[in-house]
Nanobody
């Protein structure tokens, strides 16, 4: 059974950093585009970052320059390094995999595997 499990969320002060991890099991995701999305209370889920390889990464304008997506193929894990966190980054963060795609996409409907989410709370 394919499973994505996020970890690394928590409570941090504004300006701080967190690193989220997304561990995949049940299948090797090394060639799949992977994405991070987030959903704040009362808002729709939104794109954060996506990648397939180190030279194909995409970021939402709101996190560009502060967040970095990366992957460790040997560990079948994707990371989201979040620096200079702001209160508006508070949300439930999800990782997702697109097992049918080649190019990373910002559109969540293309992702067919999802984790359960990890909460990030940034205090002001």
């Amino acid at each position: 059974q394919v499973q994505l499990v996020e970890s690394g969320g928590g409570l941090v002060e504004a300006g701080g950093s967190l690193r989220l991890s997304c561990a995949a099991s049940g299948r090797t995701f090394s060639s799949y585009p992977m994405g991070w999305f987030r959903q704040a209370p009362g808002k729709e889920r939104e794109f954060v970052a996506a990648m397939r390889s180190a030279d194909t990464t995409y970021y939402a304008d709101s996190v560009k320059g502060r967040f970095t997506i990366s992957r460790d193929i040997a560990k079948n894990t994707v990371y989201l390094q979040m620096n200079s966190l702001k209160p508006e980054d508070t949300a439930l963060y999800f990782c997702a995999a697109d097992s049918l795609g080649i190019v990373p996409t910002t559109v969540e409907t293309f992702y067919n595997y999802w984790g359960q989410g990890t909460q990030v709370t940034v205090s002001s």
